[in-house]
T-cell receptor, first 114, second 112 residues
């Protein structure tokens, strides 16, 4: 059964710093890996989706990488801002088995201090 | 604007009562999903539906029921059999394997 782990569980950085969030998964048979942002009391907003054949995706100050063979992904946030404060969740869509469902990590809670 | 609407935002359940959470989407997506989120945890899949009039159990379906009579609607009923229903419930929709899921703003369910 797929398991997704995110480290660290919480991170606090001063404004302007570059930072990296980590995600690991146990089964490399995946269609894609997705990074989401969740603000308190809200739903999830999709940030980046990396297909299994891709190595990275970029959107603005965000860059996500995928190493499928080692079961790892990183989300790089450049020049962090207080508005980046949120919980970041990664999820993988497994290709093994008949169910096409996302498996989520428990998230990294990011605080960017002004 | 296209999106997913969940209602109500807050819901309280009495002992032995069934409650129904609403989820409506106008994105014309075929697939819809219900997730449960507990504090400090990731999302766990309750039920999903790939097409109208069809749905499948997820990892934690016990104590829940769903219907999918219309493409745009996927209501979730939390039955009295669910002994620990207090959680944040999120509905999502999607179209295709390599398209991201879109989420509603959630319903927070508590016990009276």
């Amino acid at each position: 059964k797929q398991e997704v782990t995110q480290i660290p569980a919480a991170l606090s950085v001063p404004e302007g710093e570059n930072l990296v969030l980590n995600c690991s998964f146990t089964d490399s048979a995946i269609y894609n890996l997705q990074w989401f942002r969740q603000d308190p009391g809200k739903g999830l907003t999709s940030l980046l989706l990396i297909q299994s054949s891709q190595r990275e995706q970029t959107s603005g100050r965000l860059n996500a990488s995928l190493d499928k063979s080692s079961g790892r992904s990183t989300l790089y946030i450049a020049a962090s801002q207080p508005g980046d404060s949120a919980t970041y969740l990664c999820a993988v869509l497994s290709s093994s088995g008949s169910a096409r469902q996302l498996t989520f990590g428990s998230g990294t809670q990011l605080t960017v201090l002004p | 604007d296209g999106g997913i609407t969940q209602s109500p935002k807050y819901l309280f359940r009495k002992e032995g009562q069934n409650v129904t959470l609403s989820c409506e989407q106008n994105l014309n997506h075929d697939a819809m999903y219900w997730y449960r989120q507990d504090p400090g945890q990731g999302l766990r899949l309750i039920y999903y539906s790939q097409i109208v009039n069809d749905f499948q159990k997820g990892d934690i379906a016990e104590g829940y029921s769903v219907s999918r009579e219309k493409k745009e609607s996927f209501p979730l009923t939390v039955t009295s059999a669910q002994k620990n229903p207090t959680a944040f419930y999120l509905c999502a929709s999607g179209q295709g394997i390599n398209q991201p899921q879109h989420f509603g703003d959630g319903t927070r369910l508590s016990i009276l």
